[in-house]
């Protein structure tokens, strides 16, 4: 499985509220790929997200669907550095007014 | 995990009796005295403030905060049970608990959204003070879902682009909500302002023009709107107290509740929700017959209502069971 894998995953998990990815959103920060393991650190617009770790779930979900059986993945909250505007992609911007 | 369907179940028992105290006020209907007499406390404190408190719970991730569902929650039995001080009293320790959550949230993001969320707590704990002192506690209650339901879409609104005036005129209504509740005719003008400011800058503006849950969202989000916005000119009008209190209660909290569902419970109990169009029934029911209610005769208006609530909780179960658990 390799970090695009994860990013093609991840770019079928919507935020429920903005109807786009959580890729092209920006809240995802990292992927780590070690041997069986999947790292991804995201976060939300808020702390206070009650939809977080709905987003979560999904996430997990969508990298266990392509990942290989018995993949450990990790999806894990940061609120360090906190989420901007700047982070989306230029289809997200372009949705949401920016460019 | 396990823990929080039962609290939800909690909350559940208050919103049954909660509801067929309401009806009984309004058409002959047999249910306990105190279904009757306390209606409002068994919804907005007990049942909401459950709903609410285990959302935030969910959020913030730390098992002392499940205090404030689990207080609330039995603070509507203990309403149920005829000890309405002791109810009282366990609303007020769910809103301090409720209070204390959202310092966290606020210490660990200081922003304009996690201080609008934490002046929400605080105006739920204000409610249940004067609940307990025998005051009017409703328009603390409105600020409470004006300022949670507004600090919540004003984090969502940061996805747009808006020119920085559109953030501090939100700082200067949620300020106006939280002190115009001293004075319900302010609070009503408040709120109007408000409800202007959410239909012209919210999200639900964008998602609206989307499909599927997002689109069902919107606009489940942007019927509250104007529910909010009616609710306020009657507050303001001080004219048809049943009409505003709940245009406000059903037309725009449960209206959230009925947009939301489909996020939180996933997010709380850990389980499938599967979108389907066939949500947007209750949600018409919910909307018809409140136009019913204020409009035409409250009492049928009430049954309406009663029965959109009862056919999005069917509606909710048949799509969660056709899914299954996760």
Excluded at chain 1, 28 to 43: F, H, N, P, Q, S
Excluded at chain 2, 314 to 321: G, H, K, Q, R, T
Aim: aromatic share 10%; hydrophobic share 60%.
């Amino acid at each position: 499985m390799t970090e695009d894998d994860v990013r093609a995953a991840l770019k079928t998990v919507e935020d429920p509220e903005a109807g786009m990815s959580v890729l092209d959103l920006g809240l995802v920060y990292g992927i780590a790929l070690e041997e069986g393991k999947v790292r991804v650190e995201m976060t939300m617009t808020s702390p206070a997200c009650p939809a977080s770790d709905y987003i979560v779930d999904e996430a997990a979900a969508a990298i266990r669907a392509l990942a290989p059986e018995g993949t450990d993945v990790d999806v894990r909250l940061v609120w360090d550095p906190p989420w901007t505007p700047e982070r989306m992609s230029a289809e997200a911007q372009q949705r949401f007014g920016w460019t | 995990m396990a823990y929080r369907f039962p609290l939800l179940a909690l909350g559940f028992v208050s919103l049954a009796f909660g509801v067929a105290g309401g009806l009984a006020r309004l058409s002959p209907l047999a249910v306990p005295a105190t279904a009757l007499a306390l209606h409002g406390p068994l919804m907005v404190s007990a049942f909401f403030g459950t709903v609410i408190s285990l959302e935030r719970a969910a959020a913030l991730g730390r098992p002392w905060a499940l205090a404030a569902p689990l207080a609330a929650g039995l603070g509507g039995a203990a309403l149920l049970l005829g000890l309405p001080m002791a109810g009282f009293g366990l609303m007020v320790l769910a809103a301090a608990v409720f209070v204390l959550c959202g310092a966290v949230i606020m210490r660990r993001q200081p922003s304009l959204e996690t201080a609008a969320l934490l002046a929400g707590a605080a105006a739920w704990l204000a409610g249940n003070v004067m609940l307990l002192e025998g005051r009017a506690a409703v328009p603390w209650w409105i600020a409470f879902f004006a300022l949670t339901i507004g600090g919540e879409r004003l984090e969502l609104s940061r996805y747009l682009r808006r020119p920085p005036w559109v953030r501090r005129a939100f700082a200067f209504l949620a300020f106006a909500v939280f002190f115009s509740a001293l004075v319900p005719q302010a609070l009503g003008v408040a709120l109007m302002a408000l409800a202007a400011w959410l239909v012209a800058f919210d999200l639900a503006r964008v998602t609206i023009r989307q499909d599927r849950l997002p689109r069902y969202v919107a606009a489940c989000l942007l019927a509250g709107y104007f529910w909010l916005g009616l609710g306020g000119a009657l507050m303001a009008l001080a004219t048809a107290y049943d009409a505003a209190l709940h245009a406000v209660f059903v037309g725009f909290v449960f209206s959230m509740v009925f947009g939301h569902a489909p996020v939180i419970l996933p997010a709380v109990l850990r389980i499938r929700y599967p979108y389907h169009p066939l949500l947007y029934l209750p949600l018409a029911v919910l909307h018809a017959s409140l136009a019913v209610r204020v409009f035409v005769a409250a009492p049928l208006g009430a049954w309406g209502n009663a029965a959109a609530i009862a056919l999005f909780i069917a509606v909710s179960i048949c799509l969660i069971l056709v899914k299954g658990r996760k």
